[in-house]
């Protein structure tokens, strides 16, 4: 299949309506567009259409138990696809949406179970892009929209990215330019009595708590016990946002962290290894050896955020052998940061 990248930014605006048309077309006829929203590109289907998400499960290589996040532009298309809105809900709504939150409601029957990964509940997000917002109006249903990567890579922020794993395989992709949070959206079981974070992101455990009183973390999201417990989210128990060199996180002191990396470095180098760094901005001059990347500053885990995939994908490309990173406290950003970064290194963690 010839996949049409379009960069939206350097067309007028006339002809940015043709695309979006064309766009909408194809997602109404069960294709696939890959577009890009505040947190990651997402590769979107239209979400009723059971055989539009058997498409994006093919084109991901991702397994069908894995529920698809339906995106939607108007609060009433929640009304449509949700049985049941706590009032909590409402206030989420209100605080964050549009914006890096997804909920989950249960289901009402028009949301075929081929989108949710035969769940009875259906995750839902209004993400805050212009592109995707337009594209889903244009289309007139609910977006359903994975990361647009290939199943297990780090999921792309650019359409640069995304074209290296989707090219061919889908009928559009649309270029907005990079993803400003570049980490998936928070994600909140809201049919509990206690509202539960089943995936960390940009909205913080403490901004939900500051809201809404009460907030679980689901058991799987502890660091040390996560690899023991069965996860709600079917997602959560799949290998995740992985580099292809193996990944060791060195966790503690910053400056001890930063000894450890550069002896492990030596160890590796002398072995013949090509090694890759991650660091900070604050450590990045503490490395003499191997291929040294910093994702940001450890005073804006927003910058963290922003580079982490971008990162381990130029990791791929430079292909490095193993890669050491450094680590981050895991409150507030820090512990979406960390989820992530524990995921890439397949648990992989030395304390120091
Ligand atoms: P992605 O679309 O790649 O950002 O990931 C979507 C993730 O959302 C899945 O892997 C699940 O972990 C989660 N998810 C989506 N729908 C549901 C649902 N109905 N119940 C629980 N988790 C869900
Ligand atoms: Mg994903």
């Not at 889908?170 to 909140?188: A, F, K, N, Q, Y």
């Not at 910053?254 to 604050?282: H, P, Y």
């Not at 990791?315 to 890439?344: C, H, Q, T, W």
Request: with cysteine; hydrophobic share 40%.
């Amino acid at each position: 299949m010839d996949t049409k990248i379009v960069n939206l930014q350097l067309l007028d605006e006339k002809e940015q309506d043709a695309v979006y048309e064309e766009a909408a077309g194809v997602i109404r006829k069960g294709g696939l567009v890959a577009f890009p929203t505040e947190t990651v590109y997402g590769l979107g289907a239209n979400a009723l259409d059971e055989q539009a998400a058997a498409r994006i499960y093919a084109a991901k290589g991702r397994p069908s138990d894995n529920p698809l996040i339906a995106h939607i532009s108007r609060e009433e298309q929640l009304e449509e696809i949700a049985a049941y809105i706590p009032e909590a809900a409402r206030i989420l709504m209100k605080n964050y949406w549009p914006g890096p939150l997804t909920m989950i409601f249960r289901k009402k029957d028009v949301v075929p179970r081929g989108t949710t990964g035969g769940l009875d509940t259906v995750a839902v997000r209004m993400p805050d892009h212009p592109v995707a917002k337009r594209l889903i109006d244009a289309a007139g249903v609910p977006i359903a929209a994975p990361s647009a990567n290939i199943s297990g890579k780090p999921s792309p922020t650019t359409a640069q990215r995304t074209a290296e794993d989707m090219d061919g395989k889908i009928e559009m992709i649309l270029d907005g330019g990079p993803c400003r949070i570049g980490i998936e959206s928070t994600i909140v079981d809201m049919t509990e009595e206690v509202p539960v974070i089943l995936r960390p992101g940009f909205i913080t455990f403490e901004m939900l708590e500051e809201l809404l009183g009460a907030v679980r973390k689901d058991k799987a999201l502890d660091a040390k016990e996560g690899q023991n417990f069965r996860p709600k989210a079917p997602g959560q128990k799949y290998r995740h946002y992985a580099p292809k060199a193996p990944m060791t996180l060195v966790e503690g002191d910053v400056e001890n962290a930063a000894a450890k990396i550069r002896e492990l470095t030596e160890v590796s180098v002398r072995e013949g290894k090509k090694v890759g760094i991650i660091c900070t901005d604050e450590t990045i001059s503490c490395y003499e050896q191997g291929i040294v990347k910093s994702m940001g500053s450890r005073a804006r885990l927003e910058s963290v955020a922003h580079n982490l995939y971008e990162i381990l994908r130029e990791f791929d490309e430079a292909g490095v052998e193993v890669i050491y990173s450094e680590a981050f406290p895991s409150d507030e950003l820090g512990f979406a940061v960390m989820n992530r970064l524990v995921k890439a290194a397949g648990h992989k963690e030395i304390q120091v």
